[in-house]
């Protein structure tokens, strides 16, 4: 019973395997046009050899029907040559061929053997044969639809085995038996095929589900290969790809957009003071924001560390509103856990192609415009412009003159006498470079300096200068400090701090009167990198000194933290010196100074009133243009020689300074 139903769902064609009957269709709709035409040739050549001998009706008035029929399904199927069936339709369509073919089946056997009435056993035989061979060519047609070739086989060769049968003629009796052998074994063969038929369209479509997985997961890899793990942003990857893109699909199309880069400002600190953990809960909230920020034409990405990217394909004129959208939305508080924290964002643009036409040329001058921001309009959105251009091309000038330059013979060392009160002595000076290029004639160190570390010159330039400054010192009379300014890269690199220990020891001069100076932003960078070079430092018996107290972080944290022996208060805050709020720094600095046993230098003191007031505080050391500027070493050697003074103050051996025994050394 089961198999009995099993098979009538068979024949109705199972719905269930649509891809099959999907693929069994498409193939199908190849084969049933010469299937019609196989049948249409056959009638026209049995009814011929008929004319004569069998009835008007049954030979042409029959056939006239017949191939109408035929030819319109002929017509029919080619015209659907081309049409893509869903799996629906294309059982629909074969459950009709299967009932149309059973029904044109039985006219034609229907007619044959009506022909088979009449005419000699030439004409008989043409009707067995005609029997024969369209069946055979129809059930090959059929192959790919064996439900109909089925029908047709039994529906034609059943009635024309019982008929050939009931007439007892061995021949006729043996050809129907013949064909019927044939159209069975045949059949056989078409079921083998169609079972290897429906096998391999099942794999191909498992093969197809494969693939399409595989696409799927190589999609969801290109993405997250693409995606920030910590903010769910778009990465640099997604970044540098993007800008790739734009820049190809933009060019020669007169059309422009821009670049930004945003860096947070205040955020090592951040990390420093609360630990990393918090600094990437701060990230993360950062990235939720910006993914909220929803701005029409913006794609926000993160570069890594605390620096993201946009583009901004709208209209240029409200691009840097956009820049400073984004850096407000940044600054406002976060509440991370108990804690609220606040950062800043500096943001620096450049447009396509205003500021260049390649990727790599844009992100460049966006980070230069970034670069500017941070150093000149922190918190604020910089737009890369012909300033800019003009400011590269200078530096690109340095940085070529520092190349070639001989340091020895360009580079002088200037020293500004450090001076003691309230005894108004030298106890020392800080070696101030100086620069005489023959090409750009005298260029200042706040602009070589930068720009050597930029271009990793400020190694060789550091080492030349120290080894000047310790030779110039040394043949002074007297034991005079000598304070010596270091950058960055200085005080992270091991090699540059072994070297400069190096010379202190060849040159026999005692470490204890040697200071560095260092920045907090020279620290920040790379903290822990600094911090140990520093340790080594001042284990070798020199000071250091932390420059520009008061204009970056001031964070007390780093007094702490850092081996610090002097702070030098930057000059700045003497020059605001009618401002109480400024005197209050300079008071508390000065205080602090006391409490942690450090030294304090106030620098840029100009005038009388601006020393009286020092005076008042008890502040122990100054610099300024007031006793004197730097001097070459020339003057200072002469003066020195003459009256044992310079710049009209008597020199002390810094052995005599009081000022010197707060050092904690
Ligand atoms: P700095 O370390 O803060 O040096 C003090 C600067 O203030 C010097 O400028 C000095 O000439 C100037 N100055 C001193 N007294 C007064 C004053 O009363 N009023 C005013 N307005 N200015 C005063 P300079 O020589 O142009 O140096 C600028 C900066 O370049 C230095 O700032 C230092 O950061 C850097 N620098 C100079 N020489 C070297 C060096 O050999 N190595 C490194 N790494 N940096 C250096
Ligand atoms: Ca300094
Ligand atoms: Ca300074």
Redesign the pocket.
Known sequence: MENIRAFIRWMMIDPRHPDIAQAQYNELKTQIPSLYALLMVNSVAVAYTHFDSAPFYLTVGMLVPMLLVTGSRLYAWIAARNIVLGPEQAIRKMRQTVVLGSLVSVIFIVWSLSLDQFGGPAERGHVALFIGITVIGCIFCLMHLPQAALAVMFIVTVPYLIYYGQQGQDVYVAISLNIFLVCLVILQVLLNGYRGFCKLVRSQAALAAKQEETQRLNAENERLAQTDALTDLPNRRYFFNKLEALVEDIEGKGLEFAVGIVDLDRFKPINDTYGHQSGDLLLTEIGQRLKSLDLADVDVCRLGGDEFGFFYLGDLSRAAGIGQTICDRISEPYRIGDLEMTVGASCGMAFFPEAGTTAHSLFDRSDYALYNAKAERRGQTTVYSASHEARIRSERAIENALQKADLDDEFQI?F?PLVSLPDRTVIGF????RWHSPELNNV???KF?PIAERSGQIHRL?IA?FKKAIRQIQSLPGRLLLS????AH?ITSQATVETLLDIIKREKIDPTLITF?ITETSVIGSYEAAEKCLHTLRSAGVDLAL??FGTGYSSLGYLHRLPIDCVKVD?NFIKGFQDPMAIGVITSILNLCRSMQMRCVV????DESQLALLEDLNCELI????FS??LSFDEVAQSVRTGRQVAGLPLAGAAQSPALQTGAH
């Open positions: 200037h500004q800080e070696a101030l470079a200042s160190p706040d300096i550091t200068l010596f300014n270091l950058s200085d100076e420059d520009d000059r620098e840029g003191v100009e610099q300024g243009f007031f500027p730097a």
